[in-house]
């Protein structure tokens, strides 16, 4: 007779426990952009809403602003970092292929032996973790866990691409995720549209380096437009199951914190979600620009550091990006 597997042992729900975030010192100016580009301010602002963003610098790593985003989480959280029993990182912008990022921040940290890994899911990565650690802590394999955005997007900008030379930014967002005895991370409306990979992509492969070196570094390149369209109409859609599943209304919502891609697309959602007035809509793309996995950390961060959101508040999460993939769901904030 087989022998039969013992249930899992795990928390019956999870929550978000702490926030975290970090963005370089140096601050760029739409100004600094037009040296490469020809536009204006106006155009920049009227088609992205971005004014600045952060740059990273060379002591500004990936690795090191994650170890000052999660030291934030952590303490936010009233952990210590050996109490982590996971850590996860999204992020598009590390260059070693192997080993991960996740492991040195386990490391450093002082976690001891949490499991490690990273993740790519560029814009969506977040999401994704979120929804990776929930299943952790339900299921049983870890009770507090470190799910981590990061990028430095400034090494692959073509400052000379009209098209994006404006849009990225760098930084770390994290939070902590762990128990609860109600629920506080609702399902998770994820997937991916694989026939539209080509809309947003990195320029050239790693392996062209085999055979000399190429005249440009690789950079990412969109379809704007198409993106544009594409997170519009469809992620709208997304952003409206994600409430319906969680078996909520736009009425019940306290926070919308949709990523941080182009101020038109947050405001063509807001429209199409018909969210109320006293929702708080994270705005915090013009100032930090485009950081994939990290702009809906980043962005959560600062609504509850400037007041603009509170403990407790319900918020709906929307990520979308290169693949292209999409990740939503609502949550209890920190």
């Given at each position: 007779?087989?022998?039969?597997?013992?249930p899992?042992?795990?928390s019956?729900y999870?929550r978000?426990?702490?926030?975290g975030g970090?963005r370089?010192?140096?601050?760029?100016?739409?100004?600094e952009?037009?040296k490469h580009?020809e536009?204006?301010d106006?155009?920049i602002r009227?088609r992205?809403?971005?004014?600045?963003?952060h740059?990273a610098?060379?002591?500004?790593t990936?690795?090191?602003?994650?170890l000052h985003a999660?030291?934030k989480?952590i303490a936010?959280?009233?952990?210590?970092p050996e109490?982590?029993d996971a850590?996860?990182?999204?992020?598009?912008s590390?260059?070693k292929q192997t080993?991960?990022v996740?492991t040195?921040i386990?490391?450093?940290?002082g976690t001891g032996?949490?499991a490690a890994?990273?993740?790519s899911?560029?814009?969506?990565?977040f999401?994704?973790g979120l929804?990776?650690?929930k299943?952790?802590?339900?299921?049983g394999?870890?009770?507090?866990?470190?799910?981590v955005?990061v990028?430095r997007?400034?090494?692959l900008?073509?400052l000379?691409?009209?098209s994006?030379?404006?849009?990225?930014g760098d930084?770390?967002g994290?939070?902590?995720?762990?128990?609860s005895?109600?629920p506080?991370i609702?399902?998770?409306?994820?997937?991916s549209?694989?026939?539209k990979?080509?809309?947003?992509?990195q320029?050239?492969p790693?392996?062209?380096?085999r055979?000399?070196?190429p005249?440009?570094?690789p950079a990412?390149?969109?379809?704007?437009?198409?993106v544009f369209?594409?997170?519009?109409?469809?992620?709208?859609?997304v952003a409206?199951?994600a409430l319906e599943?969680?078996?909520?209304?736009?009425?019940d919502?306290?926070?919308?914190?949709?990523h941080q891609a182009?101020?038109?697309?947050?405001?063509?959602?807001v429209k199409?979600?018909?969210?109320p007035e006293h929702?708080t809509v994270a705005?915090?793309?013009e100032?930090?620009g485009?950081?994939?996995?990290?702009s809906?950390?980043?962005?959560?961060?600062?609504l509850?550091a400037?007041?603009?959101?509170?403990s407790?508040?319900t918020?709906?999460?929307?990520?979308f990006?290169?693949?292209l993939v999409?990740?939503?769901?609502v949550?209890?904030?920190p």
């Amino acid at each position: 007779m087989p022998a039969k597997i013992k249930p899992a042992q795990g928390s019956p729900y999870a929550r978000v426990l702490g926030v975290g975030g970090y963005r370089p010192t140096r601050v760029v100016p739409n100004e600094e952009i037009l040296k490469h580009i020809e536009s204006s301010d106006e155009w920049i602002r009227s088609r992205s809403g971005i004014a600045t963003r952060h740059w990273a610098g060379p002591d500004e790593t990936v690795t090191e602003m994650t170890l000052h985003a999660a030291g934030k989480a952590i303490a936010d959280a009233g952990l210590a970092p050996e109490q982590v029993d996971a850590v996860i990182i999204s992020t598009v912008s590390h260059f070693k292929q192997t080993p991960s990022v996740a492991t040195e921040i386990a490391h450093r940290l002082g976690t001891g032996r949490a499991a490690a890994f990273d993740i790519s899911a560029a814009c969506a990565g977040f999401g994704y973790g979120l929804t990776i650690a929930k299943g952790l802590i339900v299921e049983g394999s870890a009770r507090h866990v470190l799910v981590v955005g990061v990028e430095r997007l400034s090494d692959l900008t073509d400052l000379t691409d009209r098209s994006t030379a404006f849009l990225f930014g760098d930084g770390a967002g994290a939070v902590i995720v762990g128990p609860s005895q109600e629920p506080a991370i609702g399902p998770t409306v994820w997937g991916s549209e694989g026939d539209k990979h080509e809309t947003i992509t990195q320029t050239l492969p790693w392996d062209v380096y085999r055979d000399g070196t190429p005249e440009k570094y690789p950079a990412i390149r969109q379809e704007g437009q198409t993106v544009f369209r594409w997170a519009v109409f469809e992620m709208a859609k997304v952003a409206q199951e994600a409430l319906e599943v969680a078996g909520i209304s736009a009425e019940d919502l306290d926070v919308f914190i949709p990523h941080q891609a182009n101020m038109r697309i947050i405001d063509s959602m807001v429209k199409t979600l018909k969210l109320p007035e006293h929702v708080t809509v994270a705005r915090d793309v013009e100032t930090t620009g485009n950081t994939s996995a990290a702009s809906i950390p980043l962005a959560m961060e600062r609504l509850l550091a400037t007041g603009q959101a509170r403990s407790g508040d319900t918020a709906l999460v929307i990520g979308f990006g290169a693949g292209l993939v999409y990740a939503a769901t609502v949550v209890t904030l920190p």
